[in-house]
């Protein structure tokens, strides 16, 4: 059974940081790209970043320079880096894998974030 786990989501003022932690279980972890996605209240889920199998890694332009994301295979975690947060950051964060040799696709429950002063 594959479990996709996210933890690391709080409460923070703008300005802040935050680390979330995606930890994935019952997948061999280096076949699959892991990326961050973020819904806000009313709007759709959006891509937030993406890291592939080689360890490159992609970012929406709302987030560059401010998230980093990365990844340790031996502990089949990626964890995703969030620097000088904004309020417009506030979203529910959800980890997704993704198989680069099938279609095989696995999603979190989600971590909510809230960027306020």
């Known amino acids: 059974q594959v479990q996709v786990v996210e933890s690391g989501g709080g409460v923070v003022q703008p300005g802040g940081s935050l680390t979330l932690s995606c930890v994935v279980r019952g997948i061999v972890f280096s076949l699959y790209n892991i990326n961050w996605y973020r819904q806000a209240p009313g709007k759709q889920r959006e891509l937030v970043a993406r890291i592939i199998r080689s360890g490159d890694t992609s970012y929406a332009d709302a987030v560059k320079g401010r998230f980093a994301i990365s990844r340790d295979n031996t502990k089949a975690t990626v964890f995703l880096q969030m620097n000088s947060l904004r309020p417009e950051d506030t979203a529910v964060y959800f980890c997704?894998?993704?198989?680069?040799?099938?279609?095989?696709?696995?999603w979190g429950q989600g971590t909510q974030v809230t960027v306020s002063s």
């Open positions: 997704n894998a993704a198989s680069s040799v099938s279609t095989n696709t696995y």
